[in-house]
């Protein structure tokens, strides 16, 4: 079974640009409709990001795989991967959702299209629904669950370096969002890594970063 191990790889070429994008990017129009609301599907996503990316000219590109995977009962699935990189050399990989392999050739592709669309999301930090997806509850659970743990920990992070840090410092950090008066525990997910791109980009540019 795959499982990604916290990569503590510094990338700061990368880390900027992915701020540099976080600040054009536009969340991508909800373009389908569904039983349980409006979302914006996988093509409307990643139309989202490289323009983002042009836009803001930040040297990053990124491609998708799939890879063989066991689930924890020894069963045959499929994972898929994520990876940015940057035009520096440096790259970063993210394991996305697994989902399980089937002869139909239909349900597999809707199967890898869906898990695409949230690694995507995962990655860049896209909102793409309304509501949850129905057709694909145990992915989306799963999803949510890493989702919601990778917040509060990145939000823990952005608590304790604010504490070292002046009020007009947080304060122009704070631009990047547009509810400037949240505590970083009520940032939502895109929220909370848009403050964190914010504060490494700050950090690398203060010299904060110990080298290995």
């Known amino acids: 079974m795959i499982t990604q191990e916290l990569d503590t790889t510094q990338t700061p070429e990368l880390n900027k640009a992915l701020y540099e994008t976080a600040k054009v990017f536009v969340q991508p129009p909800k373009n389908k409709e569904a039983h349980y609301g409006k979302y914006a599907d996988l093509s409307a996503i990643d139309k989202a990001i490289r323009e983002a990316i042009k836009k803001a000219d930040s040297g990053l590109s990124f491609y998708q795989g799939v890879l063989d995977n066991q689930n924890a009962n020894g069963k045959d699935s499929c994972k898929i991967y994520t990876t940015i990189r940057h035009i520096s050399g440096e790259s970063l990989t993210i394991y996305g959702d697994s989902f399980p392999r089937d002869a139909k050739m239909q349900t597999q592709g809707a199967n890898e299209t869906y898990a695409k669309r949230t690694s995507l999301c995962l990655a ?84 904060q970063f110990e080298e290995k």
């Open 124 to 207: 860049f930090g896209v909102v793409a629904d309304d509501d949850d997806d129905g057709q694909a509850v145990a992915l989306l659970d799963d999803y949510k669950a890493k989702q919601e743990e990778a917040r509060e920990r990145v939000a823990k992070w952005i608590t304790s370096e604010f504490m070292n840090l002046k009020k007009d410092e947080i304060d122009k950090l704070r631009l990047v969002l547009k509810h400037k008066d949240k505590k970083p525990t009520d940032l939502t997910y895109a929220e909370v890594f848009q403050l964190a791109g914010a504060l490494n980009f700050y950090k690398l540019q203060q010299g």
